[in-house]
């Protein structure tokens, strides 16, 4: 049964596009309102002024409020882009995009706002049947979610309006976890279909700065026999980070070399940020001002703000008109045969805003001459600096000027629709790709994410660090970001900020074969992160190769998934819903119909222990004798329970469940001389 409560008057976000046909719809206006699971209360004394550009507001400060009790072993699964665990119970997060290169267990919020979460009761003494329900809050701005945090059984949500939809769904099934998804899953309509050889192996690096030095990639590539499908241009390829733009000087005849690279099999991508830099020399901004298309403050001047360029401008893409146009500009480069683009700096990302830099510089000039800082003003004036960077105060500065459902236009402020920029800046790309280029498959994805956004691309996990901890919290954001939608999915691997270490990017790698999305990128000014910038580049090229191998599974995984509502990452619980150990466990995954991995995320081990919820085949893959690159795996029956399994950081196990086996494909070096005809098939 799926409930939708309407409270206020919600803004329409198009998250959810296809309501069951038996859902049960309630409009409550009145407050303290008992739902299907939980209640609201609704504090009638804030509606009116509270302030919601504050995403440090106090609970109290909530103007709407759902609540529930938790059982003590409840857990709680969803959520999508967060920090920490795959059950999310005991902290409190935020949905609200946030362009942060910070992951640290503390944050509240990364770049996606994703709020769709199940509360899961394992069977016990009161329920001889393990029982769920899960929530998703149709809302687009700012939403706090604690999860017993502030009290150990209290599940509760506050948003700063009362303005919301909010779905409950409940299933009757023996697998009730993932039937709960699946219901969501269809609600949201089906997660995008990226081309085959976005399936392939990715490099990228912030930034290779000529077309000489993406050339040196791809030959190194090609020396040391690694596959490759793409390589990334970053910033630095565009005229001053103007989007669609080329530097010519860099990257002299674009289409010739792009043309160069798709012969070998390799696509290069693109980046677009958000951003237009205000330049009114520079077309794309002097057309966005000119048809109005831009964010505008309260007094109707256009809003600016620095990114990358310097001061820019922010295009209107919750507007439609304006959505269509920018969109049509990813044309400049589909004209020279580009065919993949990744979105970025979308939540948006503001270094600072015009009015706020200002009014900072007038106040440090004040206190020029005081070197004598005590704590105090010491910490204060730091933080007036780094505050700059986004602000609240910014994001509620500035207008999106929309159609309501009567077709009337009404400006709304940004703080309120916050977590639609980047989903909607992703949608004006992929409507107008598919409105140009209706017959061509395109690789897009993006930093910023809001459900419904999984529509129209994929994403990935942003600037994380070449940390072990990264890597593990990489395995766990999966499934979360499935339930949400998002199955072309992936982190930068080996670690966006810091030196990597050899170690870390082989067991990244190894890890990173089943992500749908498998992409090497390193920040500026890290050590070179490409696999041949290693010794013993052997062992890259294997782990790479058997990705290869297993592409037919993988694709074959991925589009069962996307057409029935499935996950491709599954906790382990969700399909052993009665194993104690299964429900804990926070390091191994389900992946698709057959697998589980177990990867290793710990430094200087030789191994690791594997839960195995009933008794599996273990597939191990130890050398380029036994199977990496051409030849088959050991394969080994092992019990329920739990082992120890020896692996070095150049070999590779996993799971196949009984009665299953999984096709492997010979070695290519590129996913378009793949043949997925001749497959062997490991495993019975
Ligand atoms: C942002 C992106 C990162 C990119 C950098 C420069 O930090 O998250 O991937 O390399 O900007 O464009």
Not at 189 to 216: C, H, I, M
Not at 276 to 295: L, N, Q, T
Not at 557 to 579: G, I, S, T
Request: aromatic share 14%.
């Amino acid at each position: 049964m799926v409930y939708k409560y309407t409270f206020g008057k919600p803004f329409e976000t198009e998250s959810v596009i296809d309501e069951p046909a038996e859902i049960n719809r309630i409009n409550c206006q009145q407050q303290d309102q008992n739902l299907a699971f939980g209640n609201v209360s609704i504090n009638q004394n804030l509606l009116q002024n509270c302030n919601s550009s504050i995403p440090s507001l106090e609970l109290s400060d909530f103007a709407f409020k759902y609540n529930y009790r938790l059982g003590d072993d409840d857990l709680i699964f969803g959520l999508g882009e967060t920090t920490r665990g795959i059950n999310k119970r005991g902290f409190l997060f935020k949905s609200w995009c946030s362009d942060d290169p910070s992951h640290t267990e503390d944050k509240t919020s990364l770049y996606g706002a994703h709020n769709f979460l199940i509360v899961y009761t394992p069977a016990g003494k009161t329920n001889p049947n393990p029982k769920a329900f899960a929530l998703f809050f149709d809302y687009p701005g700012l939403l706090q979610i604690d999860c017993g945090y502030t009290s150990k059984n209290a599940l509760t949500v506050s948003a700063p309006s009362a303005d919301i939809n909010i779905y409950i769904i409940e299933e009757n099934h023996s697998f009730v976890l993932n039937a709960i998804c699946k219901t969501f899953r269809k609600m949201i309509g089906k997660s995008y279909l990226p081309p085959f050889w976005a399936f392939g192996y990715q490099q990228s690096r912030w930034s290779y700065y000529t077309a000489d030095e993406v050339r040196n990639v791809l030959k190194n590539y090609q020396k040391a026999g690694i596959p490759l499908d793409a390589i990334y241009l970053d910033i630095d390829y565009m005229q001053g980070y103007r989007d669609f733009t080329i530097d010519e000087k860099k990257f002299p005849n674009f289409a010739y070399f792009v043309q160069e690279l798709k012969d070998q099999g390799v696509h290069p991508v693109p980046i677009i940020d958000a951003g237009v830099k205000a330049d009114p020399e520079y077309s794309v901004d002097r057309e966005g001002i000119e048809k109005g298309y831009f964010c505008k403050k309260e007094d109707g001047s256009v809003f600016t703000a620095g990114v990358w360029p310097g001061k820019s401008h922010f295009p209107d893409f919750l507007n439609d008109e304006a959505r269509a146009w920018f969109g049509d500009y990813y044309n400049f480069l589909t004209k020279k045969g580009i065919d993949g683009f990744w979105n970025d700096m979308n939540e948006p990302a503001l270094f600072y805003s015009e009015d706020g830099i200002k009014k900072v510089f007038a106040e440090l000039k004040e206190s020029l001459d005081d070197t004598n800082l005590d704590i105090n003003s010491f910490f204060g004036l730091r933080d007036k600096v780094a505050r700059l960077a986004n602000n609240p105060k910014d994001y509620a500065s500035f207008y999106h000027t929309v159609k309501n459902a009567a077709g009337e236009t009404q400006k709304i402020s940004h703080d309120k629709v916050h977590n639609m920029y980047g989903y909607m800046m992703t949608r004006s790309a992929a409507e107008a790709l598919q409105r140009n280029l209706p017959d061509k498959e395109i690789l897009l994805f993006s930093r910023a994410s809001m459900i419904g956004m999984h529509r129209y691309s994929g994403i990935w996990t942003g600037d994380n660090c070449a940390w072990w901890e990264h890597l593990r919290l990489s395995l766990r954001q999966m499934p979360g970001l499935n339930m949400c939608g998002f199955l072309y999915c992936g982190s930068d691997i080996g670690g966006f900020g810091c030196n990597t270490s050899r170690e870390l990017l082989l067991r990244w790698l190894a890890f990173a074969m089943w992500t749908p999305l498998m992409r090497n990128h390193t920040a500026a000014g890290t050590r070179a992160q490409e696999c041949y910038a290693f010794e013993q580049v052997e062992d890259f090229r294997q782990i790479i190769s058997l990705r290869y191998r297993l592409i037919p599974h993988i694709y074959s995984e991925f589009v069962y998934a996307r057409q029935e509502n499935e996950l491709l990452f599954k906790p382990l619980c969700f399909e052993y819903p009665e194993d104690k150990i299964a429900l804990q466990t926070e390091d191994q995954l389900m992946f698709g119909r057959s697998i589980m991995i177990a990867p290793v995320v710990e430094p200087n081990v030789r191994g690791r222990f594997v839960y195995l919820p009933e008794a599996m085949q273990m597939v191990f893959f130890s050398s380029s004798a036994c199977g990496l690159e051409s030849g088959l795996p050991q394969i080994t029956e092992m019990e329920k329970g739990v082992h120890f399994v020896e692996c070095e950081p150049n070999q590779v196990f996993f799971f196949i469940k009984k009665g299953h086996s999984v096709p492997l494909a010979m070695p290519a070096p590129c996913t378009a001389k793949l043949n997925c005809n001749d497959l062997t098939y490991i495993g019975k």
